[in-house]
């Protein structure tokens, strides 16, 4: 095993670092032949090797020297070596104590402080803006859950929550006061969406919000539901003051609205509610609000209606009526039966009017001036109007020398996809449009506009024939005739029912018959029941006659047999009226 050993001398007066080994195998001591050889190093301790300790120590001013150093904060201690002489002095200078903390250590925590400090002034400030934007977003997310986009003004949660709280108020109910909670609608706003679109119709809401608000008074709460509906809650200890609340509304339609340069005059329907009287919670309140102003539509619109316990009656038949008529048109359940209309000339049967018939399963047979008002206040009248358009088409196909009227309501006029079904049922069924007879009512004419005219152009460029249905009704006016090309007017059967005892009306059938005839149109008199209305509307001009006289409405099958079978009758002379018995009405 090699051996070795190290040690401190001095060498030729010098002082040295000197080591030997000795060199022998390391593997196999048996090679060893002799005494081993020696293996010696010398190294001098000098400048050199002093700086080589020094920079190992960190000791920068270590030195060797040959006598002590006397200074201040220098240590010096004597250098011995292992022979036991003295090679010199080695002197060194000594660190204060905190120095290294005051000149290295303490610079950087403080920089770490202040770095620390910066960092924490951002994060805070990021913080407070964020704890900032988070408060306004949540305010305005509360305000809009209680706002409607759109006007600005509350939306219906808002408004529940309003008459919840005036309801439960400790004060509510002091000096008589009374809690009302009115429901407001625009009048035919879809028109005003269809014909000038929704872009006029959104202004025309910002407008009557304006209006609204600048015609109620300041503690009244106006909100708006959505689409065209409003509702405003009032509270008032006057006897009158649904009157009042209804006076307010209605002056803010009084005067037309200026939309993107057009006029506008819009009217509106008005349900009201009183509490306690009429509820004592908010659902119920306005519940019978609602029913109010579903009673207010009903009665012609434009006109305000305070709920009655008789009104709820009502509406919830209508609404059961409703829902009943839904399913009875997806189910096929309704009829349409025809009544014959005779030519005065020939006395045969040229056509047939389409009169819709429903018989319920457990209220029996009603009459469609119940439900189809309800038909087209519900949104059900598309539907329903394509139905009796469809199967009017398909039918009349029994009858290929017929003619066939059908009735179109106000609301299915106005449909904007109106003559696409048309054109589609024609085509589908493979009938000629100028077989039909399309009935409109004055209501349509009422409020005319370019798209009415439009409309009805429209419907005589495809083919169709029109008529003006139930004459002499309502508002009518010769104006109709003059300002709207209709190839036929049908005479109200309140003027034929008349004509035997009421100068009056015979001047007016004859007066009606005389324009209608020189503009080109055929003159038709509803209602017809006895031989002597026959014979006089006859006399009187009339070119078609329809009534219980000829026949009731027929089912489809019954028609083509009475067809068949049905002899042409004479309607005679004027002189011969002298001669008839007095008039008896025919029987169902």
Not at 165 to 176: V, W
Request: negative net charge; charged residues 25%; contains cysteine.
């Amino acid at each position: 095993m090699a051996r070795w050993a190290g040690h401190i001398i001095s060498v030729g007066g010098k002082p040295a670092v000197v080591g030997a080994i000795t060199i022998v195998p390391n593997v196999e001591m048996d090679l060893l032949k002799g005494t081993p050889k020696l293996l010696v190093s010398v190294s001098y301790i000098n400048d050199e090797f002093i700086s080589k300790i020094a920079r190992t120590l960190l000791l920068p001013d270590l030195q060797l020297s040959p006598s002590p150093v006397r200074a201040s904060g220098v240590v010096t201690e004597p250098f011995v070596g292992d022979d036991g002489k003295q090679v010199g002095f080695l002197s060194w200078t000594t660190r204060r104590p905190g120095q290294v903390l005051l000149t290295i250590i303490l610079p950087l925590v403080a920089c770490g402080v202040f770095a620390t400090g910066l960092l924490s002034n951002h994060m805070f400030r990021r913080l407070r803006r964020a704890s900032d934007e988070l408060t306004q977003r949540e305010a305005r997310a509360r305000h809009a859950a209680k706002h409607d986009v759109l006007s600005g003004l509350p939306n219906r949660q808002h408004m529940v929550e309003e008459v919840d709280a005036k309801l439960n108020s400790p004060t509510f109910g002091e000096g008589g006061s009374r809690a009302l909670a009115a429901y407001v609608d625009i009048d035919r706003f879809k028109d005003i969406n269809d014909t000038l679109g929704h872009e006029t119709g959104d202004k025309l809401i910002k407008a009557v919000s304006k209006r609204l608000m600048a015609r109620l008074r300041p503690d009244d709460f106006l909100a708006r539901f959505g689409g065209d509906e409003f509702a405003v809650l009032c509270v008032s200890s006057e006897a009158d003051a649904d009157t009042k609340l209804a006076r307010r509304i209605a002056s803010a339609f009084e005067e037309s609205f200026a939309i993107d340069g057009q006029t506008i005059c819009v009217t509106a329907s008005v349900g009201i509610a009183k509490a306690p009287d009429h509820g004592r919670s908010a659902d119920e309140l306005m519940r019978h609000a609602d029913i109010a102003l579903y009673e207010a539509k009903n009665q012609g619109r434009d006109r305000a209606m305070t709920f009655s316990t008789e009104m709820a009656s009502q509406v919830e038949m209508r609404r059961a009526i409703e829902v009943d008529l839904r399913t009875a048109i997806e189910r096929e359940e309704l009829r349409l039966h025809y009544q014959p209309i005779v030519s005065c000339r020939t006395g045969a049967i040229v056509g047939a009017e389409a009169l819709l018939r429903w018989r319920h399963p457990l209220r029996g047979d009603i009459s469609p001036a119940t439900f189809i008002p309800i038909a087209e206040i519900s949104g059900l009248m598309p539907m329903l109007g394509t139905w009796i358009l469809e199967r009017a088409i398909k039918d009349s196909k029994q009858w290929p020398d017929l003619e066939i009227a059908i009735n179109l309501s106000p609301v299915q006029f106005n449909q904007t996809d109106l003559q696409s079904v048309l054109r589609r049922l024609t085509a589908e069924y493979d009938v000629s449009p100028s077989r039909f007879v399309l009935e409109i009512t004055e209501g349509v004419l009422l409020e005319a506009t370019d798209q009415t005219k439009s409309v009805l152009q429209g419907l005589q460029e495809m083919g169709f024939r029109t008529a003006l249905d139930d004459f002499g009704t309502g508002y009518s006016s010769l104006s109709y005739l003059c300002n709207f090309k209709f190839d036929k007017i049908k005479i109200d059967r309140s003027f034929v029912s008349n004509v035997s005892n009421a100068m009056t009306s015979r001047t007016i059938v004859q007066s009606v018959a005389s324009l209608g005839r020189g503009l080109g149109m055929q003159i038709v008199a509803e209602g017809v029941e006895t031989e002597y209305e026959a014979v006089m509307m006859s006399h009187f001009g009339c070119t078609e006659l329809q009534g219980y006289f000829f026949s009731k409405p027929l089912a489809a099958e019954q028609l083509k047999l009475l067809v068949e079978r049905f002899e042409p009758r004479h309607m005679g002379s004027f002189p011969e009226l002298l001669a008839l018995e007095p008039p008896q009405k025919a029987t169902a």
